[in-house]
């Protein structure tokens, strides 16, 4: 057992951890440990949205994947899709780096026009943020399945201490020992022509927190689709059309493909947060998460490792400096511009 926080961001506490230091969680969790050089990543969000023109969004998506193809390009990506609440079927390729400097190359040359230039029949965005290895934490049921920017990652932890209570996600990120993380001001929108920019605020949050079921079987399975994916999806549903009064700007419930297009057993929600702790008051609070987090408590104490489920989430609070939202003749109900 060690702490998420690796050795090497740990520092004297002005702020205390939610549980005891001899606290033992009920089953393991473990996260994603980058080689101690790493000191900032690029967690960056590409995506395409049309009502009723498939084949501009394929050829822009395979410009998209094109461009992650040369030099500077991400170090890992997948593909999802959702069709969101004005009917718009929106693919998002989630990319990442881990060396700031050759993403901001790379988007010099390659990416920025994905925002920049005009495309028929389709609209554009860009949501990313670069935070600080300090500013994030990543957590996972399974130690062989990286996900996310835990693709860039040296490896794995070992099991963890700070997981399995309300609260164990803030613990995780190495900015709280010091840091509340609370928001300041609120975000903006600058308008040029079709494009839209959105001016950030202070501690804006993000999670993305994704399901792998494709290694289930039977009993499982049926658990999962039957019991736990519905009640997900009414949480999801919850935060896409009423989450704005309680400080979730936009939720994305999304389906995982294959480059080409092709369905698999992979899903994740992402959502953008006024802050952590909004986050955190919907997690513990609402019906759907708190029957799914005792559910999956259950049953992750239960089976332990033997669980073919999968479960990860990766969760930042950026500082305003660390983001960037642009968006190219979408619709106003798109991502970051409900916030404003
Ligand atoms: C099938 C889907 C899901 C299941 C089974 C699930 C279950 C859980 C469990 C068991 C934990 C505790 C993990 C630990 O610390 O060991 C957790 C934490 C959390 N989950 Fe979920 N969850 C799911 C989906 C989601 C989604 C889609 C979101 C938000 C978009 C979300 C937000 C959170 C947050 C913010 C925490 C951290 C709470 C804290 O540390 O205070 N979860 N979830």
Not at 122 to 129: D, K, M, N
Not at 266 to 278: F, H, N, T, V
Request: charged content about 25%; glycine content about 8%.
């Amino acid at each position: 057992m060690e702490s998420a926080i690796p050795a090497h961001l740990q520092c004297p506490r002005t702020r205390q951890r939610r549980v005891a230091d001899d606290y033992v969680p009920p089953y393991p969790s473990f996260v994603a440990r980058h080689a101690p050089g790493v000191t900032q990543v690029v967690m960056a969000y590409f995506g395409v949205q049309h009502l009723d023109d498939a084949v501009a969004a394929d050829a822009a998506l395979r410009d998209l994947a094109a461009s992650f193809a040369c030099e500077g390009g991400p170090a890992h990506w997948d593909r999802s899709r959702y069709t969101d609440e004005a009917g718009y079927t929106n693919v998002i390729c989630a990319a990442y780096w881990d060396d700031p400097a050759r993403f901001d190359a790379w988007f010099a040359a390659q990416g920025a026009k994905w925002t920049r230039e005009q495309r028929a029949g389709v609209g554009t965005f860009i949501e990313l943020v670069r935070p600080d290895v300090r500013r994030y934490e990543t957590l996972f049921s399974a130690p062989d399945r990286p996900e996310g920017i835990a693709t860039l990652a040296a490896g794995m932890s070992d099991m963890v201490t700070e997981h399995a209570y309300w609260g164990g996600a803030r613990d995780r990120i190495p900015a709280s020992q010091t840091d509340a993380m609370q928001p300041a001001g609120a975000p903006r929108l600058v308008r040029d022509g079709g494009r839209v920019t959105v001016r950030p605020h202070e501690n804006l949050c993000l999670i993305r927190s994704g399901q792998d079921w494709g290694d289930t079987q039977a009993d499982e399975r049926a658990m999962y689709q039957r019991d736990v994916e519905p009640v997900l999806r009414a949480g999801m549903d919850f935060l896409r059309d009423e989450g704005l009064s309680i400080g979730c700007f936009a939720n994305r419930y999304l389906s995982v493909e294959t480059a080409d297009g092709h369905g698999i057993e992979k899903s994740y929600g992402m959502s953008w947060w006024r802050s952590l702790d909004a986050l955190e008051r919907w997690a513990e609070s609402h019906p759907t998460h708190v029957a799914i987090f005792g559910a999956a408590m259950k049953y992750l104490s239960t089976l332990g490792p033997a669980a073919k489920l999968k479960l990860y989430h990766e969760v930042t609070v950026a500082h305003a400096d660390e983001q960037f939202f642009e968006y190219l003749n979408c619709h106003d109900r798109s991502g970051m511009l409900r916030a404003a």
